[in-house]
């Protein structure tokens, strides 16, 4: 972002290079390894000042692919996300699809507990149908033995 000197209102870019306009003469008081040193000088700000917009390519360059990845990052996220909710209402889907099966089997055991019990009263029924059967056979036989018994000891008297 630009940023501003106080109170000029003039906005800088800090990576920028700055507009080097050499002097039009060297100053008078310069000898000559003076000015060799200027020279030197304003080499050494001409490779600090490609060095520096190598260095401003590099980081906007870093900055994009920073970006770039954020950006990855982000839909990675929301895919996650997406995954989740999908992978949640499947549980759900899941959890009410055993909840069913576990109340059909339980009404599957209920009828088969039911028809085994009405099998076991009707069994019970037809027990209790020759039980009975048998009972009034057994009466007969013991009201007949006792009537033979009576008669063969009236007979013997």
Do not use: M, W, Y
């Amino acid at each position: 972002a630009p940023l501003g000197r106080e109170g000029d209102g003039e906005a800088i870019d800090p990576v920028a290079e700055p507009q080097h306009t050499p002097p039009a003469s060297p100053p008078s008081s310069c000898n000559g390894q003076s000015s060799g040193a200027l020279l030197d000088l304003a080499r050494g700000n001409e490779t600090l000042l490609r060095r520096l917009g190598a260095a401003r390519t590099a980081t906007e360059d870093l900055q994009r692919r920073f970006d770039l990845r954020a950006e990855d990052l982000r839909a990675a996220e929301e895919a996650g996300r997406r995954q989740q909710a999908r992978l949640g209402a499947a549980e759900r889907q899941a959890q009410e699809a055993s909840a069913g099966e576990v109340e059909a089997a339980v009404a599957r055991a209920g009828e088969a507990a039911a028809e085994r019990e009405e099998g076991l009263r009707a069994e019970l029924r037809d027990l209790g149908a020759r039980v009975e059967s048998e009972q009034k056979g057994l009466r007969r036989r013991l009201a007949a033995a006792a009537s033979a018994r009576g008669a063969a000891l009236g007979a013997r008297d």
